[in-house]
């Protein structure tokens, strides 16, 4: 009997061993002297990572299988990475929507550009998207988005200068002989649509750049001095800004943290005859950019 059992046990083993020998090699790559050699198997799937070798330093070489029910073989679907010089990464198949809420909180020093004599520095503050939408590329380094959000900008007049409305326009009173303590400012609120495109470099530093169209929708003036003892003040409404005017922008540092922030504003303010001609430069910090 146990003759027997050795005779059935021969057989079948033989039987493998033909069968075996019949599945023809599969070499899909060979690889001298290499430095790393992982393998992993997650969720039905094998991978191969090769790092280094003796003759090329920078080859990296990654295979892949799994089974997938939609291929009807035996051997599964194939995914089959040839060699690069970076790390061998797999990028994602589809890009990501979002939507984002305050981002970009912004203040900052506004510098008037061809600004009339006694115009002189001012700030801004505001957050240029409150909400936006957002696609990321599926290589996870590249976004663009486009938002709402909201501005609010200050110039202020030096050299004892102050503001007067004459008619429709606002005009710049140099000082007189007797005037104090001369305070006047040219205030602005204003919607923003920016177009923002923003690019990884290395971790979280990248940049942003892009165009945010101002709807400058309030726009006021006031001017304070003291003559003697008395103290005048005046507020000047009704003032005549552009309705739209563009700026163009460049944010660099640690993306979705800080960063610094350049705005350059090229269409003029004001609207011609209706008072100060200037262009305006701004440079600041930026909160979630």
């Known amino acids: 009997m146990s003759r027997i059992f050795t005779f059935i046990t021969a057989l079948l083993t033989a039987a493998a061993l033909h069968a075996a020998t019949d599945i023809p090699a599969d070499t899909v790559i060979t690889v001298r002297n290499p430095d790393n050699i992982t393998i ?7 991978a191969v990572s090769i790092r280094g ?3 090329n330093p920078k080859f990296n070489y990654l295979y892949e299988i799994e089974a997938d029910s939609t291929i009807d073989n035996e051997f599964g679907a194939l ?10 990464e797999r990028p994602a198949r589809h890009g990501k929507h979002e939507i984002l809420a305050f981002r970009d909180m912004q203040v900052g020093l506004s510098i008037p550009g061809n600004a ?38 200050q110039w202020h007049l030096t050299n ?29 609120a204003s ?16 940049f942003s750049l892009g165009v945010a169209a101002n709807f400058n929708v309030c726009t006021k003036a006031s001017s304070a001095y003291t003559d003697g003892n ?10 005549h800004q552009r309705i739209l005017t563009p700026d163009f922008f460049l944010t660099i540092g640690s993306i979705n943290n800080i960063g610094i922030y350049a705005k350059y504003s090229p269409v003029k303010f004001m609207k011609r005859i209706y008072g100060p001609q200037f262009t305006n430069f701004t440079i600041g910090l930026s909160l979630g950019f």
Request: proline share 6%.
């Open 116 to 153: 009339p004599h006694g115009l002189g520095k001012g700030w801004e503050i505001g957050i240029m998207r409150i909400v936006a939408y957002s696609y990321t590329a599926p290589n996870r380094k590249s976004s663009f988005s486009f938002g709402v959000g909201a501005m609010y900008r």
């Open 53 to 55: 070798s003796r003759n």
């Open 160 to 188: 004892g200068y102050t503001l007067a409305g004459e008619g429709d326009a606002l005009v710049f009173l140099p000082p007189v002989e007797g005037m104090t303590d001369q305070k006047a400012t040219i205030k602005s």
């Open 79 to 88: 995914s089959l990475s040839l060699p690069f010089s970076s790390a061998p």
């Open 230 to 239: 008395i103290r005048y003040s005046r507020s000047i409404d009704g003032l």
């Open 40 to 46: 992993t198997s997650t969720d039905g799937k094998t």
């Open 191 to 206: 919607i923003t649509v920016p177009i923002v495109y923003t690019q990884r470099l290395r971790h979280t530093f990248g």
